[in-house]
C-alpha cells in the first residue's frame, strides 16, 4: 500500500452516516486571525472504543477537541456527540461529555475529597450524593489513602487521577482526554493506562489526543493522525503501520553524505525512496517482505555506501508518522494550531 493510500485508509464516514456514532465530525474548521489552524478534519468515533488523535505540539489536536467540548465556537462544519449537535445543544452536549484538560484543573488548596465533592456541587449535584461519587471515585482512582491530604502534596499522577476521576462525576459516557499523561513518568503513565482502560470496560468512549507514539499504539483502537491542522491518516495501528511495509529496514551510514547515494540505491532495487529521518545519516526503508533487505544491502555495498548499523523490525508508528509529514511528533510549531489559540 503506497503512502497515498495510507492517507485515505479508513477515512470515510460510516455506512451508517453517522447516527450510531460517539462523535461524528465533518469538515471542522478553526480560524484564529487569519490563520486556519483546524482545516476541513473529519473524525467518527465509535461507541465504546479508545480512538486517538495523534500528532505534534501545535497540529490542532486541542483546539479540535475544544470545539467538540462547546469551549471553542466552530467556525465551519458541523459535529454531533451521540447524534446531538454540538452547536445548535451545547448544554445537551456538556451532559455528555468529560473533559480531562493538559493542565490539572483542581484547586490546591483544598483535599482531593473537597476537590471532588465541590465539582459535584458546581454541576448541580444535591450535597450528599456529591460527598458518596466523590468517595467512590477517590476508590476507583486509588487514591482513598490521600484523600484528605491536600493536593500541594500530590504528585504529578496522582493530581492527573484526580483530575480525571473529576471528569466523571456526572458518569458520562465519552470521555475526552487532552493529552493525559504530559509530563508524567513511564510507570505512571503505565497506571494511567490501565485507568484509560478500565473505563473503556465500565462503558465509556475515549477520544484521547497524544503526541506520544507508543501512547497511541498500546491504547488506541483507531487513530487518525493530523498535521498542520489537516488529517493526513486514519486507520487502526496495524493498518497505518502495515501500509509504509510489512518491515522496516533502518540504516545508519557511517558517512551522512552518502545520503544522496543511499537513496538513489533503494529506489534502484525497490522502486521507492526510503524515509529519512532527522538524525543525520539514518534511513528507515519500508519492506513488503523481509528478505527484500538483503538486496538492498548487497546493493549499497556494491555501490560503496558504508553502514554503522542495521536492523530490521515491523514499522512503529514513527516511520508512519515520518513517511506522512516528513517530520518526528515532537515537533513545536510556533505558528501551529493550539499554540495559535494560546496565543490569542
Known sequence: MSITELGRLGGGPPSDGGTDLAVHAEGLVKTFSGHRA??????????????????????????TLRMLAT??????GRAEIFGV???????MIRQLVGVTGQ???????????????????????????????AGELLGQFGLEAAADKPIAQFSGGMRRRLDLAASLITRPPLIFLDEPTTGL?????????????GLVADGCTVLLTTQYL?????LADRVAVIDHGRKVAEGTPDELKTAVGNSALQLLLARPEEVPVA?????????????????????????????????VLIALRTAGVSISSVSVAKPSLDEVFLALTGHETDRNDETGADLAEENR
Not at 185 to 197: A, E, K, L, Y
Not at 268 to 288: C, F, H, I, M, T
Open 38 to 63: 483546524v482545516d476541513g478534519i473529519d473524525l467518527h468515533v465509535r461507541p465504546g472504543e479508545i480512538f486517538g488523535v495523534l500528532g505534534p505540539n501545535g497540529a490542532g489536536k486541542t483546539t
Open 71 to 76: 469551549l471553542l465556537k466552530i467556525d465551519a
Open 85 to 91: 449537535d454540538v452547536a445548535a445543544n451545547p448544554h
Open 103 to 133: 493542565y490539572a484543573s483542581v484547586d490546591e488548596n483544598l483535599t482531593a475529597r473537597e476537590n471532588l465533592w465541590l465539582f459535584g456541587r458546581l454541576q448541580g449535584i444535591a450535597a450528599p450524593r456529591a460527598r458518596r461519587i
Open 185 to 197: 513518568d513511564p510507570r505512571t503513565r503505565g497506571q494511567m493506562w490501565d485507568t484509560i482502560r
Open 214 to 218: 507508543d501512547e497511541a499504539d498500546q
Open 263 to 295: 537513496v538513489e540505491v533503494v529506489r534502484r532495487v525497490l522502486g521507492s525512496d526510503p524515509v529519512l529521518s532527522p538524525e543525520q545519516g539514518r534511513l528507515n526503508v519500508a519492506l513488503d517482505q523481509a528478505d527484500l533487505a538483503a538486496d
